[in-house]
């Protein structure tokens, strides 16, 4: 599909991330109040003062759970509508005034998080931190091959791009420590992944097809990840508290509709999978990734560039395995891909690979090192996907780490 020409000028530039293929949804605050928006080039649309289309009740609310929940027949007469105002300068006039500059405007979370699962679905992920802990030969889990591997984590975590981290303390214990401690995490990680979002529910199982039809649309999403309280909890149930801390989003909800010029498949399979995980067609998507890290007051290094169809699973296996027990899926649940890695270096999409464990520290042209983050840090994740004379963007999906809370006076020595 070639570039969809718009009468915003701005939005026909082959490098402009929000092109009228795109038009992806958001929540913006221009100091008016929070409103739900379009961006198309370099400007939001005030969805709500249009003629759209559909029930104004839908756009009351400062998030997209109600269009999400009101199905895939609107998702597709909103989209067509938003086209139709945006491409045809009939529409000019009555459209325009609803404009609002995207540098005037703060972002919000786009929707309310129901409820949050990631996944641990890059190959080369797993089996560098496999190698890390165990050795190459033993590096994939026995059920690795064969079943999404998943935990569920804290939706009332999940924050919006912008948004300040604090770094946490936890309970820690090193390998040479008898007893465990109470501190501050020094080996805090962070995580490129690709987020999926369910927009309609589910009650019982549903199919791969199925599944895919489910997701509304993706976010860029950073896992951050305290790998020192990790170390210490993960053993028998997984991680805890080691991932409670934040986790980022991008801003603007790129449809699946958008991204369907950008369908790729799945990889060969070392295992056969069972039937169920079977794939209609393809359900990954060729989108580039890159990791950039500036230091406080410094200039920002790209640390690492990978590309979201290096998973071994899509968001459609994930979300079909989820409901095999039952598990009733809802509107605004967010799916984490889990870390995109790829077989190179230089495309680890953690700091923990980056730096082998911090063994090998990553030198920046500062001369710093980083083995694990430092406060100060600002770690931006972007994403972009390039067809025929156009890019489709995420927006920036940024998190500053910024030092612990002080102590409480209840946590004694």
């Known amino acids: 599909m070639p570039l969809l020409k718009s009468w915003v000028e701005s939005a026909n530039a082959p490098d402009c991330e929000f092109p009228l293929n795109n038009l992806p949804y958001g929540v913006f605050d221009d100091g008016k109040g929070a409103r739900m928006g379009v961006a198309i080039g370099d400007q939001v649309l005030d969805v709500a003062q249009v003629d759209h289309g559909q029930d104004a009740a839908l756009f009351t609310a400062p998030e997209w759970n109600g269009v999400m929940a009101a199905g895939p027949q609107v998702w597709?007469?909103?989209?067509?509508?938003?086209?139709?105002?945006?491409?045809e300068d009939a529409y000019r006039t009555a459209v325009a005034p609803h404009l609002v500059p995207m540098a005037d405007v703060q972002m919000r979370m786009p929707f309310r998080v129901s409820e949050y699962t990631d996944f641990y679905a890059s190959r080369d992920h797993a089996f560098n931190v496999g190698s890390m802990f165990r050795d190459p030969e033993n590096a994939l889990p026995p059920n690795w091959l064969s079943i999404p591997i998943g935990y569920n984590g804290r939706a009332s975590s999940v924050v919006v791009s912008g948004t300040d981290v604090c770094r946490p303390w936890g309970q820690l214990k090193a390998p040479d420590e008898a007893l465990p401690r109470f501190g501050i995490s020094a080996r805090?990680?962070?995580?490129?992944?690709?987020?999926?979002?369910?927009?309609?529910?589910?009650?019982?199982?549903v199919s791969v097809a199925e599944a895919d039809e489910m997701i509304f649309g993706y976010v860029l999403l950073n896992d951050w990840s305290a790998r020192d309280i990790q170390a210490w909890e993960y053993q028998p149930l997984g991680p805890f508290q080691s991932k409670a801390t934040a986790t980022t989003i991008s801003p603007w909800i790129v449809t699946r509709a958008a991204l369907q010029p950008f369908r790729t498949s799945?990889?060969?399979?070392?295992?056969?999978?069972?039937?169920?995980?079977?794939?209609?067609?393809?359900?990954?998507?060729?989108i580039d990734l890159e990791i950039g890290l500036a230091p406080a007051g410094k200039d920002e290094t790209i640390i690492a560039r990978t590309n979201y169809?290096?998973?071994?699973y899509s968001a459609a296996q994930q979300l079909c395995h989820h409901t095999l027990s039952g598990c009733?899926?809802?509107?605004?649940?967010?799916?984490?891909?889990?870390?995109?890695?790829?077989?190179?270096?230089?495309?680890?999409?953690?700091?923990?690979?980056?730096?082998?464990?911090?063994?090998?520290?990553?030198?920046?042209p500062t001369g710093e090192q980083r083995s694990f983050l430092q406060d100060g840090d600002r770690l931006t994740l972007r994403g972009r996907a390039q067809g025929d004379g156009y890019t489709i963007g995420f927006g920036e999906c940024t998190g500053t780490i910024v030092p612990a809370a002080p102590r409480p006076a209840w946590a004694t020595e």
């Not at 597709?76 to 491409?87: C, I, K, N, Q, Y």
């Not at 805090?188 to 199982?205: K, N, R, T, Y």
């Not at 169809?309 to 071994?312: E, G, L, N, S």
Request: no cysteine; charged share 25%; aromatic share 6%.
């Open 266 to 286: 799945t990889p060969e399979r070392d295992r056969p999978l069972l039937p169920y995980l079977t794939e209609p067609g393809p359900m990954l998507y060729d």
């Open 76 to 87: 597709d007469a909103l989209r067509a509508r938003l086209t139709e105002l945006l491409s």
């Open 328 to 364: 009733p899926m809802r509107v605004g649940d967010l799916l984490g891909s889990g870390t995109i890695s790829g077989p190179s270096a230089d495309s680890r999409g953690s700091l923990l690979e980056l730096s082998w464990g911090g063994k090998e520290p990553l030198t920046l």
């Open 309 to 312: 169809a290096r998973m071994y």
């Open 188 to 205: 805090f990680d962070l995580e490129l992944e690709f987020g999926a979002i369910v927009g309609q529910p589910s009650d019982g199982m």
